[in-house]
């Protein structure tokens, strides 16, 4: 039996673009019919797209055609920011546009706000939709965003933490919940050693939670995932200034509990390296949901922690 991955039938959008290609593709692929219909979903976010898709992928290697559902991927949602490894498409600016800030999107808008519109009814015409960001090329997190309706979705995802998710303007998964449609968002991976830990994980996440959603129709249920951690609300933690950061806590943090007190990292002066800034934890258990692993040079203002209180 061929695997979802060989199944797969590829169908192309043209999304009008720059100059000398004039049309960016907007690829996505399908396989299976009725039942549930359900869209996964990386990469609007150019800077955290390849973690989350290989993740899919490899779920997609793994499982069988065994399809009660219809499943539909979408590896690279917005191909121009992934391609310099940012965030948004450096085509919209001056002003650059989040692509997970203007759904459903506009026809005759910039290039961001056609992909949208040529992503809303694919979206729309979901009765799930796993919104996968994650870390990416700048930082690392561990946590699932819950939203009501989808707490046992976003469980099955199997992330150490588990958030509450506040409504984004325009955001891709407040237009599929203004649908109606069961959503979840991975905030899991990014660029570290342990790559490939996570993808793993999440691998096994997506075809745990598209088994129980009726999906996959496998002989054996997945194992179940192991208690996530709820964390309810989270705090964003950013530089005071600017300058060379280090980290103290290094990639196999991420998604541990730390004690109050912890160094978390500290900020030199990047002209003097006179120590600026020293983070640290700032709860009794402080859950770290993202952090920063590699030495870098920020801006002041720079998100370098999210952190939060378990429940
Ligand atoms: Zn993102």
Redesign the pocket.
Known sequence: MKTIFEALAWKEIRVTAHAAAQYIPLKYGEAGTGGTRATLIAG??GD?GPWSALAIKLFCQRAATQLSGRLRVIFTANALAAEVERRNSWIDSPNAVDL?GVFPGNEGGSHTERLAAHLAPLIADSDVVIDL?GGGTWCINAFVKRFEGSEQLAADLGAPFISNAPNKRGGLTTYARSLGIKVANVEVGGRSGREMYWTERNALGLERALYNLGVLSLGEPPAPAEPAVDVGSTQAIRAKVGGIFVPTLREDAVGTIVPAGTEMGKILDLHTLEELEVFTAPFERSAMMLMRPQICTIEGSALVYVVAQPA
């Open positions: 609007t976010h955290e997970d960001h």
